[in-house]
């Protein structure tokens, strides 16, 4: 079945949690998307949490004292499923309610908070799942769309200037404080909104990814919205 993400080269689009996680990522292709039209009130769920931090992780036990209606039970249902579904893979997902994250506003020159584009790194075999149910949700851009930020040659001076430090340590330097993992999108770029309710698996940069870690981003969050968020 035909959908937005269809006939986009970096997604592959799959129909069940199984296929989802058995598929591999090829090519051009480091994100698969479980589509998927959920039923149910998420907004109800958000509405009875309480946000205690801009970034507060909702327990399974926070989820089943809320008092539902119909619809809102439906949608709590589809959320502790998709937790159980990770949970039996081996992962440890996260439900976060989210009003902001932390912004990197030390250097004027970079950012590398989440709302920068980015990849994520891991030291052993391993994917990003996430799934956003309420409110703005992510981006990702392929590669040939952004450039690595340390390559930018301005940026890359400045960060020279911020090492002070050997030539042979300046890499080391890059990767201790995550600068390789942010990019700059290139001029006119149509970052892909990853939507409501699906479910994603992203590949992560470690030594034996066979395709390019994916690129992606937090989005900017509304006023007055919160965002539900399941990651791992």
Same mark, same amino acid.
């Given at each position: ?9 970096? !997604?592959?689009?799959?129909? /069940? *949690?199984?296929?989802?996680?058995? =598929? ?6 480091? $994100? ?5 039209? %959920? ?16 970034? /507060?992780?909702? =327990?399974?036990?926070?989820?089943? +004292?809320?008092?539902? =209606?119909?619809?809102?039970?439906? $949608?709590r249902e ?13 992962a440890s ?9 932390? @912004?990197?506003?030390?250097l004027d *020159?970079? =950012?590398?908070?989440?709302?920068? *584009?980015? &990849?994520?790194?891991? #030291?052993?075999? /391993?994917?990003?799942? %996430? ?5 703005? $949700?992510?981006?990702?851009? #392929? ?7 340390? %390559? !930018?040659?301005? !940026? ?21 404080? *995550? ?9 006119? /770029?149509?970052? &892909? ?9 992203? +590949? ?6 066979? &395709?390019?870690?994916? &690129?992606? @981003? $937090?989005? +900017? ?5 919160? @965002? ?5």
């Amino acid at each position: 079945m035909k959908n937005a993400f269809s006939d986009n080269p970096q !997604i592959g689009v799959v129909s /069940t *949690f199984s296929e989802l996680v058995n =598929s591999n990522f090829q090519g051009d292709m480091n $994100a698969i998307c479980w589509y998927r039209n %959920l039923v149910g009130d998420f907004e109800e769920i958000v509405s009875k949490l309480e946000l205690k931090e801009n970034v /507060t992780e909702i =327990s399974v036990e926070d989820l089943l +004292a809320l008092k539902l =209606s119909e619809n809102g039970n439906l $949608a709590r249902e589809i959320i502790l499923r998709d937790m159980r579904l990770l949970t039996d893979l081996g992962a440890s997902p996260t439900l976060n309610l989210i009003n902001n994250y932390e @912004r990197d506003e030390e250097l004027d *020159f970079i =950012s590398t908070d989440v709302y920068s *584009f980015h &990849v994520d790194r891991s #030291p052993i075999p /391993t994917d990003t799942f %996430l799934c956003t149910y309420h409110g703005s $949700a992510s981006d990702i851009l #392929p590669h040939d769309q952004v450039e690595q930020k340390i %390559l !930018i040659p301005e !940026i890359r001076e400045k960060l020279k200037k911020l090492h002070d430090g050997p030539e042979a340590e300046f890499e080391n330097f890059l990767e201790e404080y *995550f600068f390789d993992l942010h990019y700059q999108p290139k001029p006119n /770029t149509k970052p &892909v909104n990853l939507g409501l309710g699906h479910l994603w698996r992203l +590949a992560v940069d470690h030594p034996s990814q066979q &395709v390019l870690p994916c &690129v992606h @981003r $937090a989005p +900017a969050e509304k006023d007055d919205e919160y @965002r539900l968020l399941l990651i791992c």
